[in-house]
């Protein structure tokens, strides 16, 4: 818990952390709502979970997103911090961190794309919640359910614009926006991304996961007659697609398990791959890369044959 009725779930590295990443699970606590479940805690304390999920979105948009505000010296809106460092002593925010990133300084892309995940699809599922649901609640200077679809949207176009404006043209971004090779590269974001370079990699799964929350996005803005600005993230989605669901990002050897090529796991620690007469790491699968992947296609497949709409709390 931290002041102002803010709080988070940790991650693993310990209490004191705070991950974006967890912003894409918080799927399961509205899902756990939206069934009716309650948390219970010490004494039989009933502890609403769509409380639980506004705190933690809440919490992460004040500290692992930026505005361009003048928070910090490297405050540029959109810019995403992997994550954030909290005293436990009296609930202040340290500083920023990374753990997959370059540095606390620089956006590591996939984290910034499970902020651009996350929020849309949550600001979806809060816009089918009554008005009553959100009247008891009040987090930070949150209160009232518009006040949240505001703040949820708020956070989703600073993230989706940032990506955009700092990714290759075909829609796969570098691993990390500060990554030092990059400078080495020339106008790369005005070319396609080069995932055989010799500088930095590309991160595939970065660019298949925010796929889906620009896509979200767009159909959001479009439905609440917001058109012109809705087309823009919807398209971008799809020129994502385009380009991961073709060569060379699109793995055709049948003897190979993943789906999507080039991504990365953990660049700082050199845990990827780096293929024989290849400079950085390149030509290999994730996990997450791929379970996006197969996500975002069934949206975009839905959508053209205008089935129904894919979300994650379904039709109850």
């Not at 996500?295 to 205008?306: G, M, P, T, V, Y």
């Amino acid at each position: 818990d931290l002041p102002g009725n803010l709080g988070y779930i940790r991650s693993f590295n310990g209490p004191h952390s705070l991950f974006c990443d967890t912003i894409r699970s918080l799927r399961a606590l509205a899902m756990s709502h939206k069934l009716g479940h309650v948390l219970m805690g010490e004494r039989d304390t009933r502890n609403n979970l769509l409380e639980r999920v506004l705190q933690h979105a809440e919490t992460s948009a004040q500290y692992n997103v930026f505005f361009g505000r003048g928070r910090d010296s490297y405050d540029v809106r959109g810019r995403v911090a992997h994550e954030a460092v909290f005293n436990l002593t009296d609930g202040s925010f340290r500083c920023p961190s990374t753990q997959q990133g370059y540095s606390p300084f620089s956006t590591w892309t996939r984290g910034l794309a499970w902020i651009l995940a996350g929020y849309p699809e949550q600001l979806e599922f809060l816009s089918t919640l009554p008005e009553s649901e959100f009247t008891p609640l009040l987090v930070g200077t949150l209160k009232g359910k518009q006040s949240f679809l505001d703040r949820f949207l708020e956070v989703s176009l600073a993230v989706a614009d940032f990506y955009l404006e700092n990714t290759p043209v075909d829609g796969v971004p570098y691993w990390d926006t500060g990554a030092p090779g990059l400078a080495r590269m020339g106008d790369y974001l005005n070319r396609p991304a080069e995932p055989f370079n010799v500088h930095e990699p590309v991160d595939s799964s970065a660019a298949a996961i925010s796929a889906q929350g620009l896509l979200r996005l767009g159909k959001y803005l479009i439905e609440i007659g917001r058109q012109e600005q809705g087309e823009k993230y919807f398209q971008a989605a799809l020129t994502i697609a385009d380009t991961i669901f073709s060569e060379p990002y699109l793995s055709i050897d049948p003897k190979h398990q993943g789906l999507i090529l080039h991504s990365v796991y953990h660049r700082p620690n050199g845990w990827d791959y780096v293929p024989s007469g290849q400079h950085v790491p390149c030509g290999e699968s994730s996990l997450w890369g791929d379970y996006h992947a197969r996500e975002l296609a069934l949206c975009i497949q839905r959508i053209a044959k205008k089935e129904s709409y894919f979300t994650f709390y379904g039709n109850i």
